[in-house]
């Protein structure tokens, strides 16, 4: 990637690119930068406990593989609906946010400043994520708990639009950049890579692999059905 520095990108009063970048009301973060990602990192982790001790109550002989992946859905509705529905909500005054949730996004748009201009793929991406995947997320994370038969259709779902909506992502921010020249992320390889990069790619690699997990558990059970449909039928 390609992002041209600027020696006055101290002058802009923000550290977003490109330097000119106009952010009515914008106010600095006052927290940490570690503490920050501190504070993420630890709710990620309370809501893993709390998943852990809730599946292993309700299903004491769960294996390990739909422990985490029960984790994972449940981390993704608060994430969905907690953090992304507050940008859904709050995304036309983001740059005054000085709360928790709004130094998260101000300091994840150091990878990506369309957050802070209330860019139209983003805001309709966002909202449709926190509306729609959010809450299904917390009920797809409970029937992999419960082993429900509803688990997989519903896994197909969710993860397929959260793949679509990842894929889009990636898209249109390198599409802008290759035709009209956009830069949304600073110069810095740290912000694209382990901002844009790592942690947007989770919800591309996980979502695939549980798309493909159902796929095989679903024609597993049409097999078995067409199986004993057919040594059940006359002959």
């Known amino acids: 990637m390609s992002v041209p520095t600027s020696p ?11 330097p000119d970048l106009v952010l009515p009301g914008f106010m600095p973060n006052k ?4 503490i920050l990602l501190m504070s993420f990192a630890g709710a990620a982790g309370f809501v893993f406990w709390t998943t852990s001790v809730l599946a292993r109550t309700v299903q004491p002989g769960i294996s390990k593989g739909k422990l985490l992946t029960a984790m994972w859905f449940m981390l993704c509705g608060c ?4 953090f992304e529905g507050y940008f859904a909500r709050h995304n036309g005054a983001m740059p005054a946010r000085i709360d928790l949730f709004g130094q998260l996004w101000k300091e994840y748009a150091k990878s990506d400043r369309r957050y802070l201009t209330r860019d139209s793929f ?6 449709v994520t926190a509306v729609a995947w ?17 688990r997989h259709p519903l896994q197909i779902i969710l993860s397929l639009g959260q793949l679509y909506g990842d894929v889009l992502y990636y898209a249109t921010f390198f599409f802008d950049e290759s035709v009209y020249g956009a ?9 694209f890579w382990a901002y844009f990069v ?9 979502p695939a692999w549980l798309v493909i997990q159902s796929t ?8 078995f059905a067409q199986e004993t449909a057919k040594q059940r039928s006359p002959k």
Do not use: Q
């Open 31 to 34: 927290t940490a930068v570690p």
């Open 79 to 82: 994430i969905h609906l907690f």
């Open 122 to 127: 983003v805001v309709c991406m966002e909202t």
């Open 216 to 223: 095989i558990e679903s024609t597993k059970a049409f097999h």
């Open 183 to 191: 830069v949304y992320c600073r110069p810095e390889s740290f912000y």
């Open 134 to 150: 959010g809450p299904l997320s917390f009920v797809v994370g409970w029937f992999v708990i419960k082993d429900s038969p509803l």
């Open 8 to 18: 006055n990108a101290s002058m802009a009063g923000h550290p977003y690119y490109p």
């Open 198 to 206: 790592l942690l947007n790619g989770f919800w591309i690699v996980i």
